[in-house]
């Protein structure tokens, strides 16, 4: 969780400034109309993600992201007295992403455009481990920022085909309680160096 904050830092913040740049320039022109909406759908090398797009001009719009993924396994252990349980870990984990989002492209007949987007996060994660010398369960809660910067080919008026490197930068605080009564606090400032996903969107 600690893994290079300068960095992603500046990553995260880059955007600020390319976002203070002239949208209405000519050659910043691009196929989107204010009120327009799209839907995003990201596959990454983490885990997938669902966005929602508002645009509020052709060059600027605001951007939604709903991230969820989870986990369970069991196991069993067999010896001479038979199959009984052998533990368990369990994970679920949500995340919210709000933020602006500036495309450039070379006119309203465009077929690549580019864009980036800078905003705020916020994540649960709840994680359950038990075996046979007892169990805990842990929280975790999730607050920071995030950039990203990429492109999208349009294969139609309504279909983007694209790619998006994200950088993040959070903070976490948590809770750990244990079978045996034991509580534990923790928390920590880090974040993601750039990870790429391919994004596929939907036009209205």
């Known amino acids: 969780m600690t893994r290079r904050p300068v960095v992603c830092a500046a990553l995260v913040l880059l955007p600020f400034s390319l976002f203070g740049q002239d949208s209405t320039a000519k050659g910043n022109a691009t196929p989107f109309h204010k009120g327009?909406?799209?839907?995003?759908?990201?596959?990454?090398t983490a885990f997938g993600s669902l966005g929602f797009i508002k645009f509020r001009s052709p060059t600027r719009a605001l951007l939604l992201d709903l991230r969820i993924s989870g986990s369970h396994s069991e196991t069993m252990v067999t010896d001479s007295s038979g199959t009984r349980f052998g533990g368990l870990q369990s994970s679920a984990f949500t995340q919210v992403r709000f933020g602006w989002r500036r495309y450039s492209g070379d006119g309203t007949a465009a077929k690549v455009v580019s864009h980036h987007s800078f905003g705020a996060l916020a994540g649960?994660?709840?994680?359950?481990?038990?075996?046979?010398?007892?169990?805990?369960?842990?929280n975790r809660?999730?607050?920071?920022?995030?950039?990203?910067?990429?492109?999208?080919?349009?294969?139609t008026s309504?279909?983007?085909?694209?790619a998006l490197a994200t950088a993040t930068l959070s903070y976490e605080n948590g809770i750990t309680r244990s079978?045996?009564?034991?509580?534990?606090?923790?928390?920590?400032?880090?974040?993601?160096?750039?990870?790429?996903?391919?994004?596929a969107t939907l036009y209205f």
């Open 141 to 155: 809660w999730t607050v920071g920022a995030f950039g990203d910067v990429g492109g999208t080919y349009l294969v």
């Open 179 to 199: 079978s045996f009564g034991n509580k534990f606090h923790f928390w920590s400032l880090g974040g993601s160096a750039l990870s790429a996903s391919l994004v």
């Open 124 to 138: 649960f994660e709840h994680d359950v481990a038990a075996g046979r010398s007892g169990s805990s369960r842990t």
């Open 36 to 44: 327009q909406w799209a839907a995003q759908f990201q596959a990454g």
């Open 158 to 162: 309504r279909l983007g085909i694209g």
